[in-house]
């Protein structure tokens, strides 16, 4: 008798980085949506407490498959040489519910979270846009730099840190031919064409008038209505997007506070899907920032991109 691991594949983290490029993981997102997703349908997620950290579970249904993330969320792991957030993923099909593979979470969320912010940056940025600002040294922030080398011509990176050893580290991880990289200063802010906070900060990063009006700022950080990288000034003169309205004003301290201070209205707040379906216009007259807090739909279009590309 065959047991159920018979059937699964496994798709470590070398082959995930072998079938989903920064690129086709960008393109399968956008596509969700264009095809006619509506990331409002997407199943909630739970976020629960223990000791020392989080156990988040997200599960998925989008198209031929389903899908369920179990991650986990240690804020003492990089003082342990391990990954703040790790996790696995389990691919089903959507109509039998067999499990069909089994994903090394960790390397997915390393894929999806930067590909998710180049959907959409790749509708609101400058079409000329070759200089970047990342807040943040960790994976996220070093694949941030691939993820806006996917859509734009990306030239000058500069990495804001607190550690200069792990900001240098960044610097060398980043590093390719023909991109200056470097260490940079909240003062980089203000030349910068897109912006990127990929940090745990609980207070604003910079302050709001540095940005320029051309500018895109995306803020990953966190999915805490507590802690926010970007000021409510900031929030105020800019065209503000997000993954949906729910998840934003339960889970999105950056917007959650921009609206307790009466900076931004919730009815100002754009989702994702009307941008990339051009439902809704980009104000190219002022900042673009796009706060996401990650969701299931997110993961599982991309690991289902996996799992196809390795039949293939």
Same mark, same amino acid.
């Given at each position: 008798?065959?047991?159920?691991?018979?059937?699964?594949?496994?798709?470590?983290?070398?082959?995930?980085?072998?079938?989903?490029?920064?690129?086709?993981?960008i393109r399968a997102l956008q596509s969700a949506i264009r095809e006619g997703f509506?990331?409002?349908?997407?199943?909630?997620?739970?976020?629960?407490?223990?000791?020392?950290?989080? %156990?988040?579970?997200?599960?998925?249904?989008?198209?031929?498959?389903?899908?369920?993330?179990?991650?986990?969320?240690?804020?003492?792991?990089?003082?342990?040489?391990?990954?703040?957030?790790?996790?696995?993923?389990?691919?089903?099909? /959507?109509?039998?519910?067999?499990?069909?593979?089994?994903?090394?979470?960790?390397?997915?969320?390393?894929?999806?979270?930067?590909?998710?912010?180049?959907?959409?940056?790749?509708?609101?940025?400058?079409?000329? /846009?070759?200089?970047?600002?990342?807040?943040?040294?960790?994976?996220?922030?070093?694949?941030?730099?691939?993820?806006?080398r996917a859509i734009r011509d990306i030239r000058r990176v500069?990495?804001?840190?607190?550690?200069?050893?792990?900001?240098?580290?960044?610097?060398?991880?980043?590093?390719?031919?023909?991109?200056?990289?470097?260490?940079?200063?909240?003062?980089?802010?203000?030349?910068?064409?897109?912006?990127?906070?990929?940090?745990?900060?609980?207070?604003?990063?910079?302050?709001?008038?540095?940005?320029?009006?051309?500018?895109?700022?995306?803020?990953?950080?966190?999915?805490?209505?507590?802690?926010?990288?970007?000021?409510?000034?900031? %929030?105020?003169?800019?065209?503000?997007?997000?993954?949906?309205?729910?998840?934003?004003?339960?889970?999105?301290?950056?917007?959650?506070?921009?609206?307790?201070?009466?900076?931004?209205?919730?009815?100002?707040?754009?989702?994702?899907?009307?941008?990339?379906?051009?439902?809704?216009?980009?104000?190219?007259?002022?900042?673009?920032?796009?706060?996401?807090?990650?969701?299931?739909?997110?993961?599982?279009?991309?690991?289902?991109?996996?799992?196809?590309?390795?039949?293939?």
């Amino acid at each position: 008798m065959s047991g159920i691991f018979d059937s699964i594949r496994l798709i470590d983290q070398a082959a995930l980085a072998e079938r989903v490029s920064m690129h086709s993981a960008i393109r399968a997102l956008q596509s969700a949506i264009r095809e006619g997703f509506d990331p409002d349908d997407d199943l909630p997620r739970s976020i629960v407490d223990v000791r020392h950290g989080q %156990l988040l579970q997200m599960p998925a249904d989008l198209g031929g498959y389903t899908g369920q993330k179990f991650a986990t969320v240690a804020p003492g792991n990089p003082t342990r040489g391990l990954e703040r957030i790790q996790a696995i993923y389990v691919l089903l099909d /959507a109509e039998t519910l067999s499990p069909l593979a089994l994903l090394d979470g960790t390397e997915l969320t390393s894929i999806r979270t930067p590909a998710v912010s180049a959907a959409v940056a790749d509708v609101v940025a400058t079409p000329d /846009a070759s200089s970047l600002v990342v807040f943040g040294t960790g994976p996220q922030g070093v694949r941030h730099v691939e993820a806006m080398r996917a859509i734009r011509d990306i030239r000058r990176v500069r990495f804001i840190g607190r550690d200069a050893e792990k900001t240098q580290r960044a610097v060398e991880q980043a590093s390719a031919a023909g991109l200056e990289v470097a260490a940079g200063t909240v003062a980089d802010v203000a030349s910068a064409d897109i912006i990127v906070g990929a940090t745990t900060a609980q207070t604003p990063l910079f302050e709001p008038d540095l940005v320029a009006d051309h500018a895109t700022v995306i803020a990953i950080g966190s999915h805490e209505a507590d802690r926010r990288e970007l000021p409510a000034g900031l %929030l105020a003169r800019s065209q503000v997007i997000v993954e949906t309205e729910r998840v934003a004003r339960t889970e999105a301290g950056d917007v959650i506070m921009a609206i307790e201070e009466a900076a931004v209205s919730p009815a100002a707040l754009v989702p994702m899907a009307r941008i990339i379906t051009g439902a809704t216009a980009v104000a190219a007259d002022r900042p673009r920032v796009f706060k996401t807090c990650g969701m299931g739909w997110e993961d599982l279009a991309v690991a289902q991109l996996a799992l196809e590309n390795a039949a293939a």
